[in-house]
């Protein structure tokens, strides 16, 4: 059971789980500290200095906080958007690095009746020219 286990761990899909995990986390630290040192900021400047997470109205005596919810929906907004840089950024690296090159040409032009023949014809089968190409 115990060699199962370490084999379970240190397998690829379980170590790349827990690399993503962790990049994970300093990732949503850099885009908290965007948000809270750039963005709310700039939000507040933008709002006459209002607090977005203050934001609530109370109804029926039950205190009703959409800021919060409005604060976590920037948040979220933002954090996809990185994220889709990040994954557009991955994609598109992985297309270069597996591009394939443009398969070699199988046919030619005739220069003088305009069909598309064979690459390795010296004779055009359509209009019988010769071909010095």
């Known amino acids: 059971m115990l060699k199962e286990f370490k084999k379970f761990i240190t397998e690829g899909n379980v170590m790349d789980l827990a690399v993503a995990v962790i990049m994970g986390a300093a990732v949503k630290e850099m885009v908290d500290g965007l948000i809270n040192g750039l963005i709310a900021p700039l939000i507040g400047a933008a709002t006459a200095g209002v607090n977005m997470k203050e934001l609530a109205v109370t109804l029926a005596g039950v205190k ?27 994609n598109k690296g992985r297309d270069a690095l597996h591009k394939e090159p443009a398969p ?14 064979d690459i390795t014809a010296t004779r055009c089968p359509h209009c019988t020219s010769e071909l010095t190409e």
């Open 104 to 117: 070699e040409p199988t046919t030619k032009t005739c220069p003088y009746c305009k069909s598309e023949i």
């Open 64 to 90: 009703l906080q959409y800021g919060l919810f409005l604060d976590a929906l920037v948040k979220f907004i933002i954090i996809a958007f990185v994220v889709f840089i990040m994954v557009k950024a991955v």
